[in-house]
């Protein structure tokens, strides 16, 4: 419904989860951020590029969103969706554009996520993250707890030790390719956290969900980990009382838009 809904309320609707329309704005936000505690990665807003000049100016953008990272030294990464940077243009020409921004960030001393989307871009989107990986360490990836394949994905994963974010996932997806049940989906996001702890894997543990984190902070408990070795993830706006609380605790915590 969104493409018929009047930008100016599509705006204001938005305005509590984007933290802003240009990156003066995402700047501004990222440093109320890292005074309360939270780290921050920073996402420009977009899907499906079918013009390879748009796919190029989008991996402009991202470069100019890291190099105002380094100079106004944020406590801040880039996350990214591949098709904004052409994915469904052709896999090289979408792995071109992301080498270039994961080199420019590792020039930075940074980090860049690879953000994952709907069913039909996981293979590529895994295979992108491991070639990219190839040549960069400072690169991780998202995996969606709510997949059935999801479990078959972690094995060759936790081998690499790979950083992951962990979430559950958003896109209405069939049923022959998702859990449809809540219950099992938060059961399923404990159970691969676990997993990929146990491996040694660094995750982000992208959760609004207070069920969800109890076992994540169970889970944590039992291993004894280290600060260090995990971090909280959530958007911008969502649940603030629990991000303010799991920081208050002690935990390191990333807020994402």
Known sequence: MMPVVPKPIVGRIASRYIAGLKLADAIREIKSLNSKGAMATMDLLGE????????????????EMLDAIEAEKIDSNV????????????????????????????????????????????????????????KHENVGVALQTYLRRTIDDIQSLMQMKANLRLCKGIYVEPRRVSFKNRRIIIN?????????????????????????????????????????????????????????????????????R
């Open 48 to 63: 499906f590029s079918n013009e390879p000049d748009h796919a190029r100016q989008v991996a402009k953008t991202y470069i």
């Open 79 to 134: 996350s990214l969706k591949p098709t904004h940077l052409g994915l469904k243009i052709g896999y090289d020409f979408c792995r071109e554009q992301v080498e270039s921004i994961v080199s420019h960030a590792a020039q930075l001393g940074n980090f860049v996520r690879i953000d994952m989307e709907d069913h039909t871009c996981t293979d590529d989107t895994i295979r992108l993250y491991r070639e990219t990986h190839e």
């Open 188 to 256: 399923n996001f404990a159970f691969l956290l676990e997993e990929l702890l146990k491996a040694g894997c660094y995750i982000g543990i992208a959760t609004h969900c207070e069920e969800t984190v109890w076992h994540a902070k169970r889970i944590i408990y039992q291993l004894g980990l280290k600060r260090d070795q995990y971090e909280f993830q959530m958007l911008l706006g969502v649940n603030e009382e629990l991000r303010q609380i799991l920081i208050s605790e002690g935990h390191r915590l990333c807020s994402f």
